[in-house]
């Protein structure tokens, strides 16, 4: 909560911990809170929390007001001259109570208002859409399968507007088919229009080789589908189990459109993990390839069993050589990154190499593949359906190159994310606070706020311990001349411990606190447990928008 005036910026405009002197003790509460004056602080525009680089500073707003303008306070002073007429003093008296029951019901239909002025910002802010939703899972080392896909990652991989990213505990993204080694499996939506492409693709070939089967064939092929992604799955489990062994998190594996993903949140500690963590994918596929080669050789080739199997040994080793191309994102381009990260100990060399690798691999599956099937080296021909061939397999060469020139870009992006991710420390990001009791009024809040050059508060008991912080959003929504009647504690969101975040914490360390327990604004404390101050998650996100904004 911004309450100095300023463009909402973090208060320390440079890297350096911004020392925080000591958190007075608040004030015993007064017997009665005076009543703003006209040129007092209680009204000041600049201590309004609104991040607006356009306020004006307390002095001009001070100017903008009417010199005759006061807070509505009625029902709460006396009439302005005293009169001791005789005669006159039983109708003042009744006009007196007359004007206080009018003063007292404005007070509470305004106080109505403002309560449901900010409740109504406080709605606002909420609908605020997530971006790149969940940032620290857009630096998860993603190991895919076939193509690779993953969905876009979205623009800026940094929080919402406001707020930090939803917690990962429930990551979605389709059915929900099982926790194999505690790691939940999601088939995606788009997996059903491949596997319907499957079918008919791979029924179309059973035609030709077994006619006999009649619309039969389609079930066979169904089962063919079925059993490809499953192989699919054993692929992406293998990455799974390595990074278990590495003690690397895995959020999810997702079976979709051209493959699997296996997001794995943090990145391998060595080239050689890094290495080994991308190989065993294709690895296992080369076994499954040879295990159905070894089922085959019992089963007569004319059959369903034998036609099935060949297919499947078949799909692996494609799998398997597809991925083993040396470009990001495919496995044999994170091989390719561990072997350069090892050679010159830099891991971003080895990213921008193996993505740029990547990029080049896109434009020549986009030229490439639809020459060699229209030549016959992937067993294309000409006939009655060649035209239709043709674009079927440069709409296929066009699919593949995007997503391979896409997950370059990505890995290119995250790498540069983590590169600068320890830039972000709480410490620096921190915004001074003071601590007032529950019943201070708004208007004194902000004074001493303003007083002391900080720009948030946090609700304390009369011992001194926080209980709530109050919100930035919901002082936006209370107009001015209400402040002096609106107790900060309306306007405070309680603390949980998961609110509570240590100075000390920076890069991911951070992120992952501020993603357990989703708020606008968390109580920085020190590791003796003193108040630091509060960190905004609208600060975090310009800190990190910047920090991505400078070059490598």
């Excluded at 309450?3 to 007075?24: E, F, I, L, N, Y």
């Excluded at 109504?120 to 080392?141: N, S």
């Excluded at 406001?162 to 997996?191: D, H, N, Q, T």
């Amino acid at each position: 909560m911004d309450v100095s005036g300023a463009s909402g910026q973090p208060r320390s405009g440079d890297d350096q911990p911004t020392d925080h002197p000591a958190v007075p003790t608040p004030p015993p509460p007064a017997a009665e809170a005076p009543a703003p004056t006209e040129d007092g602080p209680d009204t000041d525009p600049a201590a309004t929390g609104t991040p607006d680089s356009n306020t004006p500073g307390p002095q001009a707003a001070r100017a903008e007001e009417p010199e005759d303008e006061t807070p509505d306070t009625t029902g709460t002073t006396a009439p302005e001259t005293e009169t001791h007429e005789t005669g006159a003093d039983e109708a003042e008296a009744d006009g007196a109570k007359a004007d206080r029951a009018g003063g007292d019901k404005a007070e509470a239909d305004g106080a109505k208002a403002d309560r449901a002025g900010a409740d109504k910002a406080e709605a606002d802010e909420a609908k605020t859409p997530e971006g790149v939703r969940d940032t620290a899972a857009d630096t998860h080392a993603t190991h895919r399968t076939l193509a690779h896909t993953e969905p876009p990652t979205g623009p800026a991989p940094g929080m919402a507007k406001g707020e930090p990213p939803r917690p990962p505990k429930e990551p979605g993204g389709g059915i929900l088919m099982g926790r194999p080694f505690g790691v939940p499996v999601y088939v995606a939506p788009s997996w059903f229009l491949v596997a319907a492409l499957i079918t008919w693709v791979f029924g179309g070939q059973l035609d030709r080789v077994l006619p006999e089967l009649g619309a039969a064939r389609y079930l066979v092929s169904l089962f063919f589908a079925v059993a490809f992604y499953a192989s699919v799955l054993v692929h992406e489990l293998a990455h799974t189990v390595a990074a278990i062994r590495f003690k690397l998190p895995v959020r999810r594996i997702q079976l979709q459109f051209f493959g699997g993903v296996s997001e794995i949140e943090k990145e391998a500690e060595t080239p050689g993990r890094e290495f080994v963590l991308a190989f065993v994918g294709p690895l296992l596929s080369l076994v499954l390839a040879g295990l159905f080669y070894l089922a085959m050789k019992p089963v007569q080739p004319g059959t369903v069993p034998g036609v099935l199997l060949a297919g499947l040994m078949v799909s692996n080793l494609i799998v398997a050589a597809f991925n083993l191309l040396p470009g990001l994102p495919l496995d044999g381009g994170r091989m390719l990154r561990a072997v350069v990260w090892k050679i010159t100990g830099k891991p971003m060399s080895g990213t921008v190499a193996a993505a740029w690798v990547g990029r080049a691999l896109a434009v020549a599956v986009l030229v490439g593949l639809p020459l060699l099937n229209s030549s016959g080296g992937l067993g294309g021909g000409t006939g009655e359906s060649g035209g239709m061939d043709t674009v079927t397999d440069a709409l296929l060469a066009a699919i593949l190159a995007a997503i391979i020139w896409t997950g370059a870009g990505n890995s290119l992006r995250m790498a540069r994310l983590r590169e600068h991710l320890p830039e972000l420390r709480a410490r620096t990001l921190t915004r001074r606070a003071v601590p007032v009791e529950t019943d201070t009024p708004l208007s004194e809040a902000l004074r001493r706020a303003n007083a002391a050059g900080a720009r948030a508060l946090v609700v304390v008991d009369a011992d001194g311990r926080p209980l709530s912080l109050v919100r930035e959003s919901a002082i936006v929504g209370v107009p001015e001349h209400r402040r002096p009647w609106v107790p900060v504690s309306s306007l405070a969101q309680d603390l949980t411990d998961d609110m509570r975040v240590s100075a000390e914490l920076s890069g991911e360390e951070l992120l992952d606190a501020l993603r357990a327990a989703p708020a606008t604004e968390y109580l920085v404390v020190e590791n003796t447990g003193e108040i630091y101050g509060v960190l905004s998650a609208a600060d975090v996100e310009r800190a990190f928008v910047k920090a991505m904004a400078r070059p490598s």
